[in-house]
């Protein structure tokens, strides 16, 4: 099967993906107290406002009903109103989403490069100090709590230390929010690295990523240790292989046999981590962003589970549901490409 067809296939596999999450989700949301809540902004409202949300959403009809106009407001932009942020759920996702992601892209670039780079050489170290140590190391990064790491590197870096700040986006001279700021970023795409670039301010660039340093460390650090792994083992596998043995044997020097010949192969099944494990860092960097001050999705979904936001619970599941599907259509896809030796189907 050529490859435009397997990605039409599995494009179309996401619908029903997709169907049986919201009613999933939406279900179990019915359990947890009176919907009307999700859509109102007041705590104590009237007796009439009540009974008017109830009849502009479908509230009072069966759960079928609900669940029909719920989703045809998800397909047609309608998520309904985050009573925490005050705002509908479409405009508070595309304002705390910025700030998610830009954490998750510099905690997976963090990952592959030390995860990928430390893999290498722990295979070709095998069984060596070097080797037991990065598998040391690596253990105790699948095991180690997010919470306590980043307590931890807090201590070290920005109390005792003074090397990194102690949370928050940008610093106050540069913040848009503060009156007072000397030289305020210009607020374009609410990607802090994006828009201090479009200003040509290196300055505000280099302290925005100042900022995410510590919390990307912290939140990358499980990544890190898995990719380590997954990297390992695949060097291992790959160098035993015939294709390597020839390389060697026509004489080509171990640097080209490693890079152009094992390396190279070995990637593969650890790109297929790599997709899936960015859509699981937009997801999980829920007590990253609250440790850190972060105001992005994570600390938008506790602030919502807290005071029983179920709009904004219910927009952030689905948003997390249709990025986690299309990243593993993205791995397929990148999987197939990279190894012809895969059958689409």
């Known amino acids: ?6 990605i039409i296939k599995r494009l179309l596999l996401l619908i029903p993906v997709l169907l049986g999450v919201s009613l999933l989700v939406f279900v179990l949301m019915g359990f947890t107290g009176e919907r009307w809540t999700a859509y109102t902004t007041t705590d104590h409202p009237k007796q009439a406002q009540i009974w008017a949300i109830e009849e502009k959403y479908h509230l009072n009809e069966s759960i079928a009903v609900q669940y029909y106009y719920w989703l045809d407001g998800i397909v ?10 005050r705002m509908p759920v479409t405009d508070a996702i595309s304002n705390k989403f910025p700030v998610t992601f830009e954490l998750a892209l510099i905690s997976s670039l963090i990952a592959v490069i030390i995860g990928i780079s430390i893999g290498t050489l722990s295979a070709i170290k095998r069984n060596k100090p070097v080797d037991h140590v990065v598998r040391f190391v690596a253990l105790i990064g699948v095991s180690l709590p997010i919470f306590w790491l980043a307590l931890l590197l807090l201590q070290a870096l920005y109390l005792n230390l003074g090397l990194a700040p102690s949370g928050g986006r940008i610093s106050l001279e540069f913040d848009p929010s503060n009156p007072l700021a000397t030289t305020p970023l210009i607020v374009r795409t609410n990607f802090y690295t994006v828009d201090s670039l479009l200003m040509g301010n290196l300055q505000i660039f280099g302290d925005v990523l100042w900022h995410l340093m510590l919390p990307a460390i912290c939140l990358s650090f499980a990544t ?34 490693l890079k152009k010949h094992a390396r190279r192969n070995a990637l593969i099944p650890t790109t297929t981590v790599v997709g899936l494990a960015f859509a ?10 609250n440790i850190f001050s972060l ?3 994570g600390k938008w979904s506790t602030a919502a589970l807290l005071s029983n936001d179920q709009a904004a619970i219910l927009g952030f599941t689905m948003l997390i549901a249709i990025i986690v599907v299309l990243a593993n259509l993205i791995v397929d896809i990148m999987y197939a490409y990279l190894d012809p030796r895969v059958r689409l189907e």
């Open 280 to 289: 699981g860092l937009l997801g999980g960097a829920v007590i990253t962003e």
């Open 76 to 85: 047609h932009g309608d998520w309904g109103y985050s009573k925490q942020a």
């Open 295 to 297: 105001n992005g999705l």
């Open 224 to 257: 890190i240790a898995l990719l380590t792994r997954i990297m390992r083992s695949s060097m291992l596998e790959v160098m035993n292989l015939d294709y390597v043995k020839t390389a060697r044997a026509k004489g080509l020097s171990e640097k080209v046999v």
């Open 1 to 6: 099967m050529r490859l435009t067809s397997f």
